[in-house]
């Protein structure tokens, strides 16, 4: 029989289908181009690779009947996926969001696009951002702003320039077109970068899974940086095992990443889910303390404290054992303002590449004046960034002058230190195997509300629960955990020690199947 669509399916449903030619891969490939074109007034998209996946689509379809052993195994194989427009595609116009780099078409490809190639995924297209990953909200990007899935029915088909008063709700940022492509079974999964929080935000907001791995184990050649010591590539997908396959396909150290290491070396795993019988109890840290700090909303407060309920609450119709203990992050409720000191400083300095001569737009110039070397520059920049950028480059020059470098920049690096070693006694002393923690403070909000906000000073702190992860290095990843009261998603995050990331993704998957199976979901 044949399968109508099954773009609402796992990856390895999907590969199955495939292998047994129940469908084609060039089928799903349309189905895929028809999805996009169906939520195209939710503005996910930069960038559809049309042609080129329909191209890829059709080769592998030929060789699906020579695949050997190995392609059999690879349940990438023939899967639509999409690529945050901050990854260099070779001959794929890569933008950042921008208007600098409006017309940039990179020679190469980054590392894990390439690793994704060879699995034989096909690349659906560049999904929309915040400008150069600067956001929260997806409303920085040059290309306008991306509606949330869950909330479609509110564009009434229009366009988002069409419903910019207030009828439309956000996704969250800045890998937001990223989330979009994946809720809305458009891609399989998607590519994104967390720096703080980027891609866990807007996949709790989305009713999504998203992944980001222990700095390192991932390779960020190819990557337009925002801030290099914070800059994790980052997966997002529709569960958990999905997610696993892509980390699986791109982990691993990369000569062209001197920050990366060796994952077959690093990687630390000790719980095995083989055998339910054989788990051992599953040891869950709850810092109360900073959780409290959180101004979560009523919906998202419920959520945790039911999820914690379920937790405690023996079952038993199953042999999994979950403890629950309590811990402290002192440092942590800092992090949102550490954050901001040290990525604004990275971006100063990683921005000054702009300039219309190395790299970005470059404005004609008048052929009436002599030329200006400094109002070359200035133009380009100023016309090629956009405010939140500007703003940031300013922030992080400040923190860069001499005067106040100790006082800011090499202040945070301390409090960063010090969140870090928390992080380490907790997993240490406290003998936790996960640490659980809301994903977001808030759901999604009308572009309304996200304005109103813009007067309270309170955009920085929707990562308050995300960033943490971040300064420490540690894996984190956001599951969906239900629906607020307004049918909006919201998720839960777990984040596990550095390099335990194939334990993390093991618990995921007991919370997915146990904890959070009976939630409702988008």
Request: glycine letters at 6%; aromatic letters at 8%; a neutral charge.
């Amino acid at each position: 029989m044949v399968r109508l669509n099954v773009l609402g399916d796992t990856i390895r449903d999907v590969h199955k289908l495939l292998l047994n030619r129940e469908k084609t891969v060039t089928k799903l490939c349309q189905e895929s181009l028809n999805r996009i074109d169906q939520i195209e007034s939710l503005n996910p998209f930069i960038t559809v690779c049309r042609s080129e996946a329909i191209k890829n689509a059709s080769q592998l379809d030929q060789r699906i009947s020579e695949v050997g052993p190995e392609d059999r195994e690879n349940a990438l194989y023939g899967i639509p996926i999409s690529i945050k427009d901050n990854f260099c595609t070779r001959n794929i116009l890569t933008t950042c969001g921008s208007r600098m780099l409006h017309n940039y078409i990179p020679p190469y490809d980054a590392t894990v696009v390439s690793k994704l190639i060879k699995a034989n995924c096909i690349i659906m297209g560049k999904t929309n951002m915040d400008e150069f990953a600067m956001g929260s909200s997806s409303t920085t990007s040059f290309y306008g702003p991306t509606a949330n899935y869950s909330k479609r029915e509110l564009l009434k088909g229009q366009s988002l320039k069409d419903s910019l008063a207030s009828n439309w709700f956000m996704a969250g940022g800045s890998s937001t077109g990223s989330a979009i492509s994946v809720s809305s079974g458009a891609c399989f999964a998607s590519l994104g970068t967390d720096t703080g929080g980027s891609t866990r935000q807007p996949a709790s907001l989305t009713g999504v899974v998203g992944f980001k791995p222990s700095y390192g184990l991932i390779s960020r050649f190819g990557l337009v940086p925002l801030a290099h010591c914070l800059d994790v590539v980052s997966i997002i997908a529709r569960c958990v095992d999905d997610v696993k396959l892509i980390f699986d396909a791109i982990a691993g150290q990369d000569e062209h990443d001197l920050t990366t290491v060796d994952h077959k070396t690093v990687l630390k795993s000790s719980l095995s889910l083989q055998n339910l019988a054989s788990i051992p109890t599953i040891r869950i840290g709850i810092p109360d303390e900073f959780v409290n700090k959180g101004d979560m909303s009523s919906d998202v407060s419920k959520v945790y404290d039911e999820t914690l309920s379920r937790i405690s609450s023996k079952d038993p119709s199953n042999n999994i054992r979950f403890e629950l203990k309590k811990l402290s992050l002192p440092h942590s409720s800092l992090a949102t303002e550490c954050y901001t000191i040290i990525s604004s400083a990275e971006i100063a300095s990683n921005m000054s590449c702009y300039d219309g001569v190395k790299y970005g737009l470059s404005l004609k110039q008048s052929e009436d004046k002599e030329f200006n070397r400094d109002e070359f520059f200035r133009a380009n920049r100023d016309a090629g960034f956009g405010p939140e950028v500007k703003k940031r480059i300013l922030l992080g020059n400040f923190f860069l002058l001499s005067g106040n470098r100790e006082k800011y920049l090499d202040q945070a690096l301390k409090v960063r230190r010090l969140i870090s070693d928390e992080f380490d006694k907790c997993f240490a002393m406290n003998e936790v195997d996960v640490i659980l923690l809301p994903s977001t403070p808030t759901t999604s909000v009308s572009y309304k509300d996200w304005l109103a906000k813009q007067d309270e000073d309170k955009l920085f702190r929707e990562d308050y629960f995300l960033i943490p992860a971040n300064l420490a290095n540690l894996p984190s990843i956001s599951l969906p955990a239900g629906l607020s009261s307004k049918r909006l998603p919201l998720g839960l995050q777990l984040i596990a020690n550095k390099y335990c990331d194939l334990d993390l993704l093991s618990v995921s998957k007991l919370f997915e199947a146990h904890v959070l199976k009976d939630v409702n979901q988008v």
